[in-house]
């Protein structure tokens, strides 16, 4: 059974730093790229950074590029994205979401499996 957990997200003031976490069960990150996603309230669920299976390569919204990093460790079934410069516009929910295959690592409807999402509220 695929399972996705995340957790990290909460309060930071603008400028801040936060880590989310997603845990993974019921797969293996050598088989399955993981992405992150957000939702703010009354828009549409967006790709933020993802990170894929075999090579590790990862791509990034053009908005966090530079701010945010996606990384992961097999050993623990983790991964994990660290954000930093962060701006009230990144509020948000944040999911973790997997998939085998995509033809565009940031977008949602590729993505099969999700967490239940944490929420990051930066204030200005």
């Known amino acids: 059974q695929v399972q996705l957990v995340e957790s990290g997200g909460g309060l930071v003031q603008a400028g801040g730093s936060l880590r989310l976490s997603c845990a993974v069960s019921?797969?293996?990150?050598?088989?399955?790229?993981v992405g992150w996603f957000r939702q703010a309230p009354g828009k549409e669920r967006e790709g933020v950074s993802c990170i894929s299976s075999r090579d590790g390569t990862t791509y990034y919204a053009d908005s966090v590029k530079g701010r945010f990093t996606i990384s992961r460790d097999n050993a623990k079934n983790m991964v994990y994205l660290q954000m930093d410069s962060l701006k009230p516009e990144d509020t948000a929910v944040y999911y973790c979401?997997?998939?085998?295959?995509?033809?565009?690592?940031?977008?949602?409807?590729?993505?099969?499996?999700w967490g239940q999402g944490t929420q990051v509220t930066v204030s200005s």
């Open positions: 019921g797969f293996t990150l050598d088989d399955y790229a």
């Open positions: 979401a997997a998939t085998y295959y995509s033809t565009n690592y940031l977008v949602a409807t590729d993505f099969g499996s």
